[in-house]
């Protein structure tokens, strides 16, 4: 891996959170995820279960964690299964985790072999009444692939009819939503990353060059920090290209005049920051260029105030639109009577800004965390308004990450990438 190691400590803290709301005489069990084939001998990069990965910190293929808090041979309350390793593998994969580098990683005393999973799990499944299933229930979930996690349940219920069930995510929901001081300190390397890639391409950027150019400046910084890459697709958008919101091509070449929406951010051992910023190709934004941004970033630090303690998602994102809609009557985009008869399911502002303001953001961008009861301290969220115009051929686009606190505004860890229209020409033409 090219991050730096991660304290075990984090690990062992969040499986005590996980296992303190566990069921008496229960099992919970989690898979890594598989590799994904391409075609012939080519396969996707191995990317870890994010669940998994915040349980035991092992970044690695066909890997198991098996959590029994009441397991009658105090050695088996934690297990990691891991792959075998030997002299082939290390030839033509590079070596794999040690017993004793498994350990250290996870904080996890007993390791075995993979091998060894079956024969022990029967073991300890006569112990136990529940076995805990772990599913994708994040609700924008949309997997249409059989996953190593949905065949060992499949086979468990197969082999394991008397057992009860129970799943895993409600509780993942509640922790993994939450973060303990060293992710927000891995998450705040994430954004000094994406800092440095912004920086970059501020002297970079000029009428002629190609988004795709753009995007390699960006992938350059960021793994040059020791970064994978891109902690989700990169999105260059420049001119109308801003107003397709998932515009993914970056095949175009940017025109002077035009403004660029850069929705892109490294991630950093696994964890993901995520960034929008919108620039003036030639380094200086129109009149109306510059009422649109200003009009966004206003919005965007009205509803940065507004994630506190004891707000709720949904009416937050209600109180958003509220902001939006003045800013775009401000802007000359909506009048009274669009707001006056607007429909109450779609209001008028969702015109020009039709996404959400703020996700929860951690080890997945669009992250776990409960959505529907109160905010909470450390939840991490995004904050990111838009203004999109077709009619005008552009898009705009600001978006920072996070952190609420116990009383008063969030702590941006964003803080230090420039944002204000002056220090972006100014850094721009230099």
Known sequence: MKYSPIDSNLFVKNRKKFTAQMKPKSIAVFNSNDIYPIGADSTLPFEQSRDLFYLCGADQEETILLLFPDAMDKKHREILFVRETNDHIAVWEGAKLTKEQATKVSGIETVYWLTDFDK??????TEADTIYFNTNEHYRQAVETQTREDRFIEKCKKEYPAHQWAKSNPILQQIRGIKE????????????ITEKGFRRILEFVKPGV???EIEAEFVHE?????????????IIAAGNNANVLHYLENNQQVKDGDIILLDLAAEYANYSSDMT??????????DRQKQVYSAVLRVKNEATKMLVPGVIWAEFHKEVGKIMT?????????DKADVQNENPDWPAYKKYFMHGTSHHIGLNTHDYG????????NMVFTV?????????GMGVRLEDDVVIQESGEPFNLMRNIPIEIEEIEELMNV
């Open 326 to 334: 003045s800013e775009l009557i401000g802007l000359g985009l909506l």
């Open 210 to 212: 190609w988004e795709y």
């Open 277 to 286: 910023r919108t620039i003036p190709v030639n380094g200086r934004f129109t």
């Open 181 to 192: 001081p060293e992710e927000i300190a891995i998450m705040q390397t994430a954004c000094d």
């Open 222 to 234: 960021f793994v040059r920090n020791r970064s994978k890459g891109y902690a989700y697709a990169p």
């Open 370 to 377: 409960e959505l529907k009861t109160p905010m909470k301290p």
């Open 384 to 392: 990111e308004p838009g203004i999109y115009i077709p009619d005008e």
């Open 120 to 125: 022990i799990f029967f073991d300890l499944m």
